[in-house]
């Protein structure tokens, strides 16, 4: 793995998973395999192929993990989009507490089948 200020390459292996923190404003660039990656308080998922990236415009954990084999990305920081918003803000509305107590729960690890 390497890890600068700017850019990070990660290297996981099948179901492992990271978790990255402060990630807003950042890319994710899949350079193989393929990657789920989940916007803690977000309900939209994505899966990323080689080739494919995606942009973090959430200041919320973004969890990324490789499935169907290992899987190789690199995460780009400062692209300039500065659209970071929590799912909140992107909605319009205010949490309800429901929401609020879900958004505390999160899970340390995954497994696909």
Partial sequence: MLLTAQRAELNL???????????????????????????????NDVVLAPGESFLIDSRDIVTVSAIRGAAALRVRADVGAGRCRTPAERAGARPNRLQQMLASISLSSVAVA
């Fill in 13 to 43: 292996a099948d179901d492992e998973v990271a978790r990255l923190t402060d990630a807003c404003d950042s890319r994710l660039e899949v350079t193989q395999g393929f990657v789920w990656v989940t916007v803690e308080g977000d309900r």
